[in-house]
């Protein structure tokens, strides 16, 4: 929800948060925003992210003050098994913060669509719950986006901390991913970013439910500032977001966005059918001009092997996008609120 415009700044922590878990009391902010100001909505994909919650949400809150709008903290608990819910519905208690518990865990990109969802501000902000994505730099983006850009994203400066493999594997994707000259998606940019209204409502408008967002924030478009920055450490915890988590993803954007891996299988068919054909010719118009008898039992046994493994691959890849309509044409929700917490802004939509 958005913070009242009648509201003072908050002076106490949430009272349902233990003592040594609460932020220090705030003084009255010398601001109070008018009727009829901008707002801004700040989502939050979370699993099992309680710890580095204590640590941002009281941070956000105070940058969000500084930027003397309305505002709103969404937090959308993605099925955690840890105490991330507890410590959002506990922040619930004070105006401008709501929390969207998932019924289990659907995977960021739902959470981030459920979040998008529930949000009302005229801006939008995306931002990981690890304290990686640094709210300092909220301020920049709404700079720009006052100032006309409709999107901001965050984009890595250098990927010297990942592994020689996932730099590889990042490098190959991008350069996939955008071999059609229809969009590009931005090269190491994530979900950090900053949307204005009409580029929110264009993204829900979206209805499929395979969804891989930073292609979708690539496909509506709209006038974009790209703005460097080098992600944090983890405050707590670790990642989970493995390599296998990653190919899934890189799978899905792919076959989301790109028709080429189809179209591959028809030309190494074809690259392939000529040249067997030209041979059987051959051997054919050799024995029947010649009498040589056909040999090379074992080069047969190999070619067969090879061949059925050329189609069992291609039959992989019409796989993958046969999945994809199958879950499609299923029709099942992206995903399923169990609870939500905080109010909605002055018209008092939950």
Not at 32 to 52: K, L
Not at 180 to 209: C, H, I, N, Q, T
């Amino acid at each position: 929800m958005i913070s009242p415009t009648n509201a003072s700044r908050h002076s106490r922590a949430p009272a349902r948060l233990q003592q040594a878990e609460a932020p220090a009391p705030r003084a009255a902010t010398p601001f109070t925003p008018p009727t009829g100001a901008r707002s801004i909505s700040c989502v939050i994909p979370c699993f099992n992210e309680a710890a580095n919650l204590r640590h941002l949400l009281p941070l956000l809150e105070d940058i969000l003050w500084a930027t003397h709008m309305r505002w709103e903290i969404i937090v959308v608990d993605d099925g955690s098994t840890d105490d991330t819910a507890a410590v959002a519905e506990a922040w619930c208690e004070l105006s401008g913060f709501r929390c969207i518990s998932l019924s289990r865990n659907f995977g960021k990109e739902a959470a981030l669509t459920a979040g998008l969802a529930a949000a009302t501000g005229d801006a939008v902000v995306l931002l990981d719950g690890d304290l990686q994505h640094s709210p300092q730099l909220i301020h920049t983006m709404v700079a720009q986006w006052v100032a006309g850009a409709e999107v901001v994203y965050a984009v890595r400066e250098e990927r010297s901390d990942e592994s020689r493999f996932k730099q590889i594997g990042s490098r190959l994707f991008y350069s996939l991913v955008n071999s059609s000259d229809r969009f590009a998606v931005p090269k190491d940019a994530g979900d950090f970013r900053l949307m204005d209204r009409k580029v929110v409502d264009a993204l829900m408008s979206l209805p499929e439910r395979s969804r891989f967002m930073k292609g979708l924030y690539a496909w509506v478009g709209f006038r974009a500032v790209a703005l460097p920055y080098t992600p944090a450490p983890r405050a707590e915890g670790r990642s989970t977001f493995n390599a296998r988590r990653l190919v899934r993803l890189a799978i899905d954007g792919l076959t989301a966005f790109t028709t080429w891996p189809l179209r591959m299988v028809s030309v190494v068919g074809l690259l392939l059918a000529l040249p067997a054909f030209g041979y059987g010719a051959f051997v054919a118009i050799d024995h029947l001009l010649f009498g040589n008898a056909v040999s090379g039992w074992t080069t047969i046994v190999v070619s067969l092997m090879f061949f059925i493994g050329i189609q069992m691959i291609s039959t992989g890849i019409v796989g993958e996008y046969i999945a994809r309509i199958y879950e499609e044409v299923k029709g099942r929700p992206l995903y399923v609120v169990r609870e939500e917490r905080g109010t909605g802004i002055e018209t008092g939509k939950p």
